[in-house]
């Protein structure tokens, strides 16, 4: 099975300035990555995802991650945040070859701070 | 919107009572999850289907059982509710063939174990 470890449970940055979120898993033979954004009191929304070819994936409201397989990892990032991008933000993993599901992270908790 | 419904959005209820969630697609997915999500947890999987009376245990199967009569419909059952049940659970479909791709989720079912 995968774990994804999300590193840092908060981050508050000032808006404006830019933010890299964390991710890393376990194994990097054939899986398949995601991003989902949770806002207060709400489901889970996809922010993006990675499933094949380019290592650089953009999503929704300005977001991108990279995905490096030598490192085993998939980074969030945005070069400028907004008040309206606080929210908890969540990684996922999925096993192509072995896998009826997902394997999330424990979530990092964005802040952004006027 | 992958037409996902939760119902009951929010329970109370007491120890030792059955309770019962219900998730209903309309757009026809093979493959259902049910999630609890806590602090510090990120989401854990509790069960999943992947077809109509196919189900398989998730990481925290314990105490919840779960039915499938319906491809519309995956039921979530407590048989004697515990303060630890106490969560929010989300229902999720996965939008493709099999069950590593991209998931979406309902809006979540609050409940409260007295």
């Known amino acids: 099975a995968q774990s994804v470890t999300q590193l840092d449970s908060q981050v508050p940055v000032f808006e404006e300035a830019p933010v890299e979120l964390r991710c890393n898993y376990s194994s990097s033979v054939s899986v398949y990555l995601f991003w989902y954004v949770q806002y207060p009191n709400q489901g889970l929304q996809l922010l993006l995802k990675?499933?094949?070819?380019?290592?650089l994936v953009k999503g929704i409201n300005g977001f991108e991650a990279e995905f490096n397989k030598s490192q085993t990892s998939f980074h969030l990032r945005k070069p400028s945040v907004h008040i309206s991008d606080t929210a908890e933000y969540f990684c996922a993993v999925s096993d192509r070859n072995t896998g009826n599901q997902f394997y999330f992270g424990t979530g990092t908790s964005l802040t952004v701070i006027p | 919107d992958a037409g996902i419904t939760q119902s009951p959005r929010h329970k109370v209820t007491e120890t030792g009572t059955p309770v019962t969630l219900r998730c209903h697609q309309t757009e026809n997915h093979r493959y259902m999850y049910w999630y609890r999500q806590d602090p510090g947890h990120g989401l854990r999987l509790i069960h999943y289907?992947?077809?109509?009376?196919?189900?398989d245990k998730g990481e925290v199967s314990d105490g919840y059982s779960v039915s499938r009569s319906k491809t519309e419909d995956f039921l979530l059952t407590l048989e004697s509710a515990t303060s630890s049940q106490t969560s929010v659970y989300f229902c999720?479909?996965?939008?493709?063939?099999?069950?590593?791709?991209?998931?979406?989720f309902g809006p979540g079912t609050r409940l409260t174990v007295l």
């Open positions: 289907s992947y077809g109509v009376k196919d189900t």
């Open positions: 999720a479909i996965s939008a493709g063939r099999s069950g590593t791709d991209t998931q979406y």
């Open positions: 990675y499933l094949s070819g380019s290592t």
